[in-house]
T-cell receptor, first 116, second 109 residues
Framework: DADVTQTPRNRITKTGKRIMLECSQT?????MYWYRQDPGLGLRLIYY???????NKGEISDGYSVSRQAQAKFSLSLESAIPNQTALYFC???????????????FGPGTRLLVL | KNEVEQSPQNLTAQEGEFITINCSYSVGISALHWLQQHPGGGIVSLFMLSSGKKKHGRLIATINIQEKHSSLHITASHPRDSAVYIC???????????FGKGTLLTVNP
């Protein structure tokens, strides 16, 4: 089984709808991240969480919110979806280094979101 | 100017060729990451390095901290190496990554 899973894998929604993307991990990592990927722009950080009680905005958080329900679960919500939120969304985790200076990130398979 | 720049954007090679992808960054880093994104979209981490060189199979990553430059080399390239290769800079101790835009590598048989 995959260590980092995302649901749904594909989603089509309409402008103005609220949707939630979910991420679960079995790696026991404290740190979790949400990214979006757009053609020609690369990956950009939306939100990140260093533990259940610590949630931080990334570089493009406007229009998004998150919830860290447990160490293993980190959800991303689009409160009112708009077409320019059409993108590929990735969840990632890192940890297990005892707070070392750098950590490998492990990515989920991604969610393709289309907002009409 | 982006903090992390990759070159080339696109690279086409014949099977067996030696491949080099370059990454330059403009900020101080705690580590430089190389990732591979498969055609189906999945992303895997290849290397994380803060100095010197690392090797895994046919893949070699090097970094020059003074010049703020890293390279990813693929020896004896194979069509299955076709993917997007992404470098990312990890700054300070906050584990956040700043990504380059990626290099699309196509290896033809």
């Amino acid at each position: 089984d995959a260590d980092v899973t995302q649901t749904p894998r594909n989603r089509i929604t309409k402008t103005g709808k609220r949707i939630m993307l979910e991420c679960s991990q079995t790696k026991g990592h404290d740190r979790m991240y949400w990214y979006r990927q757009d053609p020609g722009l690369g990956l950009r950080l939306i939100y990140y969480s260093f533990d259940v009680k610590d949630i931080n905005k990334g570089e493009i958080s406007d229009g998004y919110s998150v919830s860290r329900q447990a160490q293993a679960k980190f959800s991303l919500s689009l409160e009112s979806a708009i077409p320019n939120q059409t993108a590929l969304y990735f969840c990632a985790t890192s940890g297990g280094t005892g707070g070392g200076p750098a950590e490998t990130q492990y990515f989920g398979p991604g969610t393709r979101l289309l907002v009409l | 100017k982006n903090e992390v720049e990759q070159s080339p954007q696109n690279l086409t090679a014949q099977e067996g060729e030696f491949i080099t992808i370059n990454c330059s960054y403009s900020v101080g880093i705690s580590a430089l990451h190389w990732l591979q994104q498969h055609p189906g979209g999945g992303i895997v981490s290849l290397f994380m390095l803060s100095s010197g060189k690392k090797k895994h199979g046919r893949l070699i990553a090097t970094i020059n901290i003074q010049e703020k430059h890293s390279s990813l080399h693929i020896t004896a390239s194979h069509p299955r190496d076709s993917a997007v290769y992404i470098c990312a800079a990890e700054r300070g101790s906050n584990y956040k990554l700043t990504f380059g835009k990626g290099t699309l590598l196509t290896v033809n048989p």
